[in-house]
């Protein structure tokens, strides 16, 4: 079993920087694939940035690329989401997602961003 538990989030205006944590807990394997998605009210979910614990390339949304970076601390299981220059079109609910074999998905709950002034 896999659990994820995201951190961070808040209330910022634009231009300022946040960062979510993500708490990996269970069985991880380290060719697994952390990702950030995020959800705006009345939107479908949507990919925002990818890294495996193993190491590799990390894209990203066009939409962030440039302003949000993802790492990890494979010692302590943890998934981060360094987000800079937020816009108010960042404001969305993050979800931490830990695929497996690209094809199965495990979620966290979710942490809530506005970006607002």
């Known amino acids: 079993q896999v659990q994820l538990v995201e951190s961070g989030g808040g209330l910022v205006q634009p231009g300022a920087s946040l960062r979510l944590s993500c708490a990996a807990s269970g069985l991880i394997l380290s060719r697994d694939s952390m990702g950030w998605f995020r959800q705006a009210a009345g939107k479908e979910r949507e990919f925002v940035a990818s890294i495996r614990w193993s190491g590799g390339s990390t894209p990203y949304a066009d939409s962030v690329k440039g302003r949000f970076t993802i790492s990890t601390d494979n010692a302590k299981k943890m998934v981060f989401l360094q987000m800079n220059s937020l816009k108010p079109e960042d404001t969305a609910v993050y979800y931490c997602?830990?695929?497996?074999?690209?094809?199965?998905?495990?979620w966290g709950q979710g942490t809530q961003v506005t970006v607002s002034s």
């Open positions: 997602n830990l695929n497996r074999n690209g094809a199965r998905d495990y």
